[in-house]
């Protein structure tokens, strides 16, 4: 299943069935779970953990040292879950020691042509990045998250689960989850509703979210008494709980 014309490093580890195309370099302290399909001319670096059942397509470079001054050679780690597909051109690095060390993707991802995830990022399950889509360093991204194409994301921002972003979006702060945001730089333009349909949230959940939703971005009060008056309301919804426990963590700010 490996292309004549693949380099596989003596000590990178294939699980079975794993395909390498023609003209694809996997490096050392690479390890690649069963199933994964590697097109031609891609390039894997080490450290790096990829599971199974993934599929990277030509030109993608995976693993790479982080584009950081501060970094010196450190072995630091990339990982990467299953099940996802990873078209081309895509560039994942690693991470680097003052970020912790290690960049995660999670599973079920779509990641169109031309995505590039950063240095100590952490994405999620099950999103989709349109063309073009970039993380910064040090970006967390929730599950279910959809980023519009060439949607870009300042670092140390975080994007919220079930959050979506039109086109040539751009943040310097965090997008709290389930809202539906655009522009550059990106403003709220309420919740992604049909998302969050699509996914099995009830209509009582829906209503909860949109009070919320309404206090923090409508009401007219400050955010900290926005967020004591939806108190009651958290304790009785736990997709409140999630949007109001985002922001009370937020360190960069939310979009407003």
Same mark, same amino acid.
């Given at each position: 299943?490996? !292309?004549?014309?693949?380099?596989? +490093? ?19 302290? @690479? ?10 001319? @891609? ?9 199974? +059942? ?15 001054? $501060? ?20 560039? /994942?690095?690693? &991470?680097?020691? =003052? ?16 995505? !590039? ?5 952490? @994405?999620?399950?099950?999103?989709? /990045? ?12 929730? +599950? ?5 194409? /060439?949607? &870009?994301?300042?670092? %140390?921002?975080?994007?919220?689960? !079930? ?6 979006? @751009?943040?310097? $702060?965090?997008?709290? =989850? ?11 333009? &309420? ?15 829906? +209503? ?5 939703? $309404? ?26 709980? !999630?949007?109001?426990? %985002? ?10």
């Amino acid at each position: 299943m490996i !292309h004549p014309q693949a380099i596989i +490093d003596p000590t990178a580890r294939l699980g079975a069935g794993v395909q390498v195309g023609a003209f694809s370099i996997i490096g050392a302290g @690479v390890e690649i779970g069963e199933g994964t399909w590697i097109g031609p001319h @891609v390039v894997v670096n080490g450290p790096t953990r990829i599971g199974c +059942d993934n599929k990277i397509f030509q030109f993608s470079s995976i693993g790479e040292a982080p584009q950081d001054l $501060k970094y010196a050679g450190e072995p630091t780690l990339l990982t990467i879950g299953d099940r996802n597909v990873i078209r081309e051109s895509c560039t /994942f690095s690693r &991470g680097t020691v =003052p970020g912790g060390g290690i960049t995660r993707i999670g599973s079920d991802n779509l990641f169109m042509a031309y995505v !590039h995830v950063a240095h100590d990022c952490d @994405v999620g399950s099950r999103t989709i /990045f349109a063309n073009n889509a970039s993380l910064a360093g040090h970006v967390s991204v929730g +599950d279910y998250a959809i980023l519009g194409g /060439f949607t &870009g994301i300042h670092q %140390f921002c975080r994007g919220g689960a !079930h959050c979506m972003t039109g086109i040539a979006t @751009v943040t310097f $702060k965090d997008i709290p =989850p389930y809202l539906l945001v655009n522009g550059n730089t990106a403003k709220p333009y &309420g919740l992604n509703l049909r998302g969050l349909k699509r996914r099995g949230f009830t209509e009582a959940g829906i +209503d909860a979210l949109r009070i919320a939703y $309404k206090t923090i971005y409508r009401s007219g009060l400050r955010l900290e008494s926005a967020l004591e008056e939806l108190t009651g309301l958290s304790a009785q919804f736990p997709e409140v709980e !999630h949007f109001t426990t %985002f922001i009370r963590q937020s360190e960069r700010g939310i979009i407003r």
